[in-house]
């Protein structure tokens, strides 16, 4: 049985840049997207792929703008400090306690959400990239 080529980097990012957009969808919702996916992946959602710790550079990415990674820089930055100043105590399970309406009520997910919802309405101007193929431009192939 033959096995698909690895992605190129492109594509990779493309699929990275889809995730990001994923994660602000939720962010966006505010408390309803706590509330949805709980706080531990609320938050993490987002870090998986945008994070100033992470090895990736993100924001040298091509398949970002400069408006969008200084919008993501607004929520990434509102998040760090979101966490910073929020205790959090995982479970033995390394799953968050029942920690939702605790995380709701300190107001940082309606804080949040203003700069989540505008980076997403930016991002989804340009639209998704293909999972499948390079594009230069969301709809637009290399």
Same mark, same amino acid.
């Given at each position: 049985?033959?096995?698909?080529?690895?992605? =190129?980097?492109?594509?990779?990012? &493309?699929?990275?840049?889809?995730?990001?957009?994923?994660?602000?969808?939720?962010?966006?919702? !505010?408390?309803?997207?706590?509330?949805?996916?709980?706080?531990?992946?609320?938050?993490?959602?987002?870090?998986?792929?945008?994070?100033?710790?992470?090895?990736?550079?993100?924001?040298?990415?091509?398949?970002?703008?400069?408006?969008?990674?200084?919008?993501?820089?607004?929520?990434?930055?509102?998040?760090?400090?979101?966490?910073?100043?929020?205790?959090?105590?995982?479970?033995? !399970?390394?799953?968050?306690?029942?920690?939702?309406?605790?995380?709701?009520?300190?107001?940082?997910?309606?804080?949040? &959400?203003?700069?989540?919802? =505008?980076?997403?309405?930016?991002?989804?101007?340009?639209?998704?990239?293909?999972?499948?193929?390079?594009?230069?431009?969301? !709809?637009?192939?290399?």
């Amino acid at each position: 049985m033959a096995t698909a080529p690895d992605p =190129s980097e492109r594509l990779v990012r &493309q699929r990275m840049r889809n995730r990001a957009i994923e994660a602000l969808e939720a962010i966006a919702d !505010g408390d309803e997207g706590v509330r949805s996916m709980g706080v531990g992946e609320y938050v993490e959602e987002f870090f998986d792929i945008i994070d100033d710790r992470a090895p990736w550079r993100w924001r040298t990415w091509s398949v970002f703008t400069p408006d969008e990674v200084q919008a993501l820089e607004v929520v990434h930055d509102l998040l760090v400090q979101a966490c910073a100043e929020t205790p959090q105590v995982p479970t033995p !399970g390394g799953i968050f306690a029942d920690d939702n309406e605790n995380f709701i009520r300190t107001g940082w997910p309606a804080r949040i &959400q203003p700069a989540a919802a =505008s980076a997403l309405d930016l991002m989804l101007t340009r639209g998704r990239f293909s999972e499948e193929r390079e594009e230069v431009e969301p !709809g637009r192939a290399s």
